[in-house]
């Protein structure tokens, strides 16, 4: 079973619609993370949590909100879709220490009309 | 703006033969870099990786070069194969500091 799932795996909803992405992992790690994918960006970092009560923003983070339910589900919410928020969605997790390779879900592709 | 560039948005080469990625960074904080590989419709998978420390990690067909000089990684895949044909993402990051910046990733295609 995968380490780290994500749900739904695909999406296609409206402009104005409220939509939750959740990521559950089962490797025990307390650093988790949501990031988007755009054609020719890469990955950008949308929000992190490094415990249940620890929730940061990261450089993209206008126009979403997360909620970390427990140490293993971390989920992403848009509050009102737009079209450019038409991306693909990826959870990852993390262990603490120096070698920070992160383990990411298979992703989320969103489409917004 | 972007603190890891990687300028070739693709690569094509042929089977057996050096894959060559390039990725450079503006911030001198970044003292950890990581190679990521991603298929379609998968998440991304770490590859290799290397500290500041070094100027060489191998691993099996991929190496990793580091440049701090001149900001500048390089991965190198030798002999190329059909199945590393995949996006490869260059990350960095800053010690205590557990977020990684990606670069926009390189499309790698290994022709037979």
């Known amino acids: 079973d995968a380490d780290v799932t994500q749900t739904p795996r695909n999406r296609i909803t409206k402009t104005g619609k409220r939509i939750m992405l959740e990521c559950s992992q089962t490797?025990?790690?307390?650093?988790m993370y949501w990031y988007r994918q755009d054609p020719g960006l890469g990955l950008r970092l949308i929000y992190y949590?490094?415990?249940?009560?620890?929730?940061n923003k990261g450089e993209i983070s206008d126009g979403y909100s997360v909620s970390r339910q427990a140490q293993a589900k971390f989920s992403l919410s848009l509050e009102s879709a737009i079209p450019n928020q038409t991306a693909l969605y990826f959870c990852?997790?993390?262990?603490?220490?120096?070698?920070?390779?992160?383990?990411f879900g298979p992703g989320t592709r969103l489409t917004v009309l | 703006d972007q603190q890891v560039k990687q300028n070739s948005p693709s690569l094509s080469v042929q089977e057996g033969r050096i894959s060559i990625l390039n990725c450079d960074y503006t911030?001198?904080?970044?003292?950890?870099f990581l190679w990521y590989k991603k298929y379609p419709a998968e998440g991304p998978t770490f590859l290799i990786s290397?500290?500041?420390?070094?100027d060489k990690n191998e691993d099996g067909r991929f190496t990793v070069f580091l440049n701090k000089s001149a900001k500048h990684l390089s991965l190198h895949i030798v002999p190329s194969q059909p199945g590393d044909s995949a996006v490869y993402f260059c990350?960095?990051?800053?010690?205590?500091?557990?977020?990684?910046?990606f670069g926009a990733g390189t499309t790698v295609t290994v022709r037979a």
């Open positions: 990852a997790t993390s262990d603490p220490g120096f070698y920070n390779e992160q383990f």
């Open positions: 490797k025990g790690h307390d650093r």
């Open positions: 949590s490094f415990d249940v009560k620890d929730i």
């Open positions: 911030n001198s904080m970044f003292d950890y």
């Open positions: 290397i500290s500041s420390i070094k």
């Open positions: 990350a960095a990051s800053a010690s205590g500091d557990y977020k990684l910046s």
